[in-house]
């Protein structure tokens, strides 16, 4: 039932050079497409649903992309070290035999650790806004003010560290087959990816539903990068309404963005 961890030096080194691999092609595979989408093939037609009425800057592209390669190296050492601290000590819960926990719970899991993760991100988001944490840690992906999907992964170190933190959360403490937590980063990806497209591509009347109150918007986080504080959620709007860490005029500037016309 275990995974099967490789002792050498040359095979942890593949194995850590496999898991930023990945998680660099998934990254660019879904950032590459947006920016086709939104930037290449539609721009035109979509532009006024882009949310700041301006390009990203090449310069901030360049950097958003760096750091994001940065990223996935600490994905990597962060995921290789999960792997042996729980061959070491014991604890991981992946498994194999999808009949072991049945099919019900693969698809349950995706949705937990969804929940989970937008949990952690709410708090350590927050937390790294604090004035003593927040050059350390959160200061470089601030630097999009006006993000591109590129800035998905821009991170510092430390965030990047905190980012990650996710996988040893997960995997220590929720029963997940490996395909299950697949599709739970492609979800995470994508979510992310589109959060920094800079375009809003929800319906103008979303935000009069009960699930326009329940998901986040890219307007949302846009937003976020603009005013520096507030808007701390990823996936769901629960924790900021909770809180009452909702920009006050969060819902105004979505009905702004999508009454937009040529």
């Not at 920016?35 to 721009?43: D, E, H, N, P, T």
């Not at 991981?92 to 719970?105: E, P």
């Not at 504080?229 to 979505?254: A, I």
């Amino acid at each position: 039932r275990e995974l099967l961890i490789p002792q050498s030096w040359p095979k942890l080194t593949q194995m850590f050079l496999g898991i930023a691999l990945e998680n660099w092609l998934r990254y660019a595979l879904f950032a590459g497409m947006a920016w086709l989408v939104a930037y290449v093939l539609f721009k035109r037609r979509w532009w006024q649903r882009k949310i700041i009425q301006r390009d990203p800057q090449s310069a901030d592209i360049r950097r958003e992309m760096t750091w994001s390669l940065l990223t996935a190296l600490i994905y990597g050492a962060v995921g290789v070290g999960t792997i042996l601290l729980g061959k070491a000590v014991g604890g991981l819960r992946f498994y194999r035999d999808i009949g072991a926990h049945g099919w019900g719970w693969f698809v349950l899991s995706i949705g937990l650790a969804i929940v989970i993760h937008d949990t952690w991100f709410y708090w350590t988001h927050r937390l790294m806004h604090h004035r003593r944490l927040f050059r350390l840690f959160h200061r470089v992906h601030h630097e999009s003010t006006n993000p591109s999907p590129w800035a998905a992964y821009a991170f510092a170190p430390l965030e990047a560290a905190v980012q990650a933190g996710i996988f040893p959360l997960l995997a220590f403490t929720l029963p997940m087959h490996p395909l299950a937590f697949l599709a739970f980063m492609i979800w995470q990806i994508s979510f992310n990816v589109l959060g920094h497209t800079g375009y809003e591509y929800n319906p103008r009347w979303l935000m009069r539903t009960w699930l326009g109150k329940l998901l986040n918007t890219p307007t949302h986080h846009v937003q976020h990068h603009e005013k520096m504080r507030g808007n701390y959620g990823l996936y769901f709007n629960v924790w900021d309404r909770l809180m009452g860490t909702n920009h006050k005029d969060y819902e105004t500037r979505f009905q702004e963005v999508t009454h937009r016309t040529n």
